[in-house]
Nanobody, 129 residues
Framework: QVQLVESGGGLVQAGGSLRLSCAAS????????MGWFRQAPGKEREFVAI???????????DYADSVKGRFTISRDNAKNTLYLQMNSLKPEDTAVYYC???????????????????WGQGTQVTVSS
């Protein structure tokens, strides 16, 4: 399993931006499927974004409809770090954000919690109106 540690959460006004980071352990980080999920109070954890190795230096990336065009997932394999750039934040983006990893490749946004074997502890993002 991979050890994951998120950082970068905080309080921001609507329309603002935040960048989340997820530091990962492991020698094969570049081949791992990485994902971001979030969980708002009283709600189930939901998928946000995914990034999967698709060969060479190419990665598949996709997003939940609710964040498409506002959030960008990226990774720095030299630093074993995953990022989530969040722009044009809305109050409904308020949640605990979790980083997840798995050695299996997924090329779909229809992934579930159970598809990922490693999870971080989460970082709180609060967007005020």
């Amino acid at each position: 399993q991979v050890q994951l540690v998120e950082s970068g959460g905080g309080l921001v006004q609507a329309g603002g931006s935040l960048r989340l980071s997820c530091a990962a352990s492991g020698r094969t980080f570049s081949r791992y499927t990485m994902g971001w999920f979030r969980q708002a109070p009283g709600k189930e954890r939901e998928f946000v974004a995914i990034m999967s190795w698709s060969g060479g230096s190419t990665y598949y990336a996709d997003y939940a409809d609710s964040v498409k065009g506002r959030f960008t997932i990226s990774r720095d394999n030299a630093k074993n770090t995953l990022y989530l750039q969040m722009n044009s934040l809305k109050p409904e983006d308020t949640a605990v954000y979790y980083c997840a990893a798995d050695s299996k490749a997924y090329y779909t946004t229809k992934v579930r919690e159970a598809d990922f074997g490693s999870w971080g502890q989460g970082t709180q993002v609060t967007v005020s109106s």
